[in-house]
C-alpha cells in the first residue's frame, strides 16, 4: 500500500505569513492528489485536486504543486480563516484511497 | 444545494453492530460513487470504503474488510455501513462523502457532518 506522509505536523505561523506544506508518497502517485482543510469540529473541505487545480471557490491564496512522489500546498498570505489541519490524500491506487497524517496550522 | 446528512451512530459495546446511514440530496445520486471515510478522536481521516454508483463495484480498507458492508439505495438516494463486531477502535466520527469517478480522479468533493460510534462497555 501507498504511505503518505505530510510534514511539518504542526507548523506556528502569523497572518501574512507565505506557509507551506509538504506531502510524501512512498511510491509515484503521478498528479493523483488532493488536498482538504479541516476547521475544528467541522467536516474537511475540498481545496484542490490533481495535485494543482483549485476547486471552485476556493481563495487563490491556495495553490498546489508537485508530481510523482512530492508534493506542495502553499498558502501565499495566512489569513486568520486558515488556522486548521491540512490533509493530502493520494488516489492513485485502483480500489485503495489514502490520506496523509495532517498538518496543524497554527497561530504564532 | 448538494447535502449529505448521516444518521444512525451511538454508543455500542464490543462486539456490537450498527447501521449507518447517509441522506443524499441535491445532485444525481446514482451518478456517484461514495464513500465512508472515519476519524478517530483527535487523529487523522481514515478511508473506510467506496461504492461506485450502481452498486456494482465496492472496496474496503484493510481495517473494514470482512466486518463492514456498504450498500447503497438510489430510489432513496441513501448510502448505508453496517458495522459489525465492532471493537473500541472503531470509535471515530464516521463521514459518508461524494466521490468523483475513476475518469477524474477518487477524491471527495462534498461531505457530511459525521455522525459518531462510541464503542465502550
Known amino acids: 500500500d501507498i504511505q503518505m506522509t505530510q510534514s511539518p505536523s504542526t507548523l506556528s505561523a502569523s497572518v501574512g505569513d507565505r506557509v507551506t506544506i509538504t506531502c510524501r508518497a512512498s511510491?509515484?502517485?503521478?498528479?493523483?492528489l488532493a488536498w482538504y482543510q479541516q476547521k475544528a469540529g467541522k467536516a474537511p473541505k475540498l481545496l484542490i485536486y490533481k495535485a494543482s487545480t483549485l476547486q471552485s471557490g476556493v481563495p487563490s491564496r491556495f495553490s498546489g504543486s508537485g508530481s510523482g512522489t512530492e508534493f506542495t500546498l502553499t498558502i501565499s498570505s495566512l489569513q486568520p480563516d486558515d488556522f486548521a489541519t491540512y490533509y493530502c490524500?493520494?488516489?492513485?491506487?485502483?480500489?485503495?484511497?489514502?490520506f496523509g497524517g495532517g498538518t496543524k496550522v497554527e497561530i504564532k | 444545494q448538494v447535502q449529505l446528512v448521516e444518521s444512525g451512530g451511538g454508543l455500542v459495546k464490543p462486539g456490537g453492530s450498527l447501521r449507518l446511514s447517509c441522506a443524499a440530496s441535491g445532485f444525481a445520486f446514482r451518478d456517484y460513487y461514495m464513500s465512508w471515510i472515519r476519524q478517530a478522536p483527535g487523529k487523522g481521516l481514515e478511508w473506510i470504503s467506496y461504492?461506485?454508483?450502481?452498486?456494482?463495484?465496492?472496496y474496503y480498507a484493510d481495517s473494514a474488510e470482512g466486518r463492514f458492508t456498504i450498500s447503497r439505495d438510489n430510489a432513496k438516494n441513501s448510502l448505508y455501513l453496517q458495522v459489525n463486531s465492532l471493537r473500541a477502535e472503531d470509535t471515530a466520527l464516521y463521514y459518508c462523502?461524494?466521490?468523483?469517478?475513476?475518469?477524474?480522479?477518487?477524491?471527495?468533493?462534498?461531505w457530511g457532518q459525521g455522525t459518531l460510534v462510541t464503542v465502550s462497555s
Open positions: 490524500q493520494e488516489y492513485n491506487t485502483y480500489g485503495r484511497l489514502t
Open positions: 462523502a461524494r466521490q468523483l469517478s475513476m475518469a477524474t480522479g477518487y477524491y471527495f468533493d462534498y
Open positions: 461504492i461506485s454508483g450502481s452498486g456494482s463495484t465496492i
Open positions: 511510491q509515484s502517485i503521478s498528479t493523483w
